[in-house]
């Protein structure tokens, strides 16, 4: 979409708004109104994070143009209508306590030894043993805004001695985490291992692997993984921004020899792409575009491209459908495994 169309976009989408929740009752019943507003704000907070900061931006953008006066002043009000200029801090604190309730509930009872097949050699227990180290490792580094890394093998966890136990474990560092990264300023700069050095990139960071942690366990247990399409949006878009700060990872990808080969995943049911360029400087670029040809195009729903691009899925499911160079969808999700 140029910027053009976008500005457009956001200026017909502020007027409408605003004509909407300004307009007499006698000229448009105030139940359809609401109605209507109501549709529209459950569409837009379906948008990822980066999506609903943007398109603030844009709204903002658009009212600014006007003249000074009233209808300038509604225009102001439509993003903090939608609620799209909330905390952002607050919200992955939110999402990630609400993943990690559903994962200690999933594993909880399981016999920790049964296996976990997308995380090869892993039981159950290993499963919620790793996901509670991270818990208390990142509570670790917030507490201290850390300016260097810190080794979670350095930082105490009280690991349970039965396996059994591992889940409550869990879930009381969870609480810990978030009390820390609650009671944190977001913008406060420290160390982190990927592209944001501010206390918030731990609470993003959280929950993505709690979303995909929990995937790992349903699998497990034959059941059947459901990630909301704006959290598997902003979760790619997460994966693609800290992938260049994973050394090991890194150097596989500018080892792939593929340069100007592409690869875009297509979400089904947003809407929204994802568009990898391979060669250059750190391997890879990436943008939200659909615009021009892929060598290798992947479509399927946001949950599901989620999971394929932490190879939680494999790219011959039938949740996807594949068209192109086949060899370089491989290649890269071979060289971005973890």
Request: aromatic share 8%; glycine share 8%.
């Amino acid at each position: 979409m140029s910027e053009a169309l976008e500005h457009a976009l956001a200026e017909a989408l502020a007027g409408l708004v605003t004509a909407v929740d300004t307009c007499d009752d006698d000229v448009l019943d105030p139940d359809t109104a609401v109605k209507w507003l109501e549709g529209s704000a459950y569409i837009l907070d379906r948008l990822a994070p980066a999506d609903r900061r943007r398109l603030s931006a844009l709204l903002r953008a658009a009212a600014l143009r006007e003249p000074e006066g009233p209808w300038r002043d509604d225009l102001l009000k439509v993003g903090d209508g939608f609620g799209l200029d909330e905390d952002q801090h607050e919200r992955y604190c939110d999402a990630l306590r609400a993943n990690v309730r559903r994962f200690v509930e999933t594993v909880r009872g399981v016999d920790p030894t049964t296996p976990v097949p997308t995380c090869p050699g892993w039981t159950i227990g290993d499963l919620a043993r790793h996901h509670g180290v991270a818990h208390r490792w990142a509570a670790h580094l917030v507490r201290h805004r850390v300016t260097e890394r810190v080794w979670a093998r350095d930082v105490p966890m009280e690991v349970p001695d039965e396996a059994e136990e591992y889940p409550q474990w869990l879930a009381a560092g969870a609480e810990e985490s978030l009390r820390v990264l609650r009671a944190a300023d977001p913008e406060t700069p420290m160390w982190s291992y990927g592209a944001d050095q501010h206390v918030r990139f731990y609470a993003r960071r959280l929950l993505f692997e709690a979303v995909v942690h929990l995937a790992d366990a349903e699998l497990a247990l034959g059941r059947v993984p459901r990630v909301e399409a704006c959290t598997a949006g902003d979760g790619i878009e997460e994966f693609l921004e800290n992938l260049p700060f994973l050394d090991r990872i890194a150097e596989r990808v500018a080892a792939l020899g593929r340069d100007g080969a592409s690869l875009r995943l297509r979400a089904t049911d947003t809407g929204a792409a994802w568009t990898v360029v391979l060669g250059g400087a750190g391997g890879f670029r990436w943008e939200n575009t659909a615009r021009g040809d892929a060598t290798v195009s992947v479509e399927g729903v946001s949950g599901e491209l989620l999971l394929l691009v932490y190879g939680r899925r494999a790219s011959g499911d039938p949740e996807f459908t594949v068209t192109g160079d086949r060899d370089v969808l491989d290649a890269w999700l071979a060289a971005t495994a973890f």
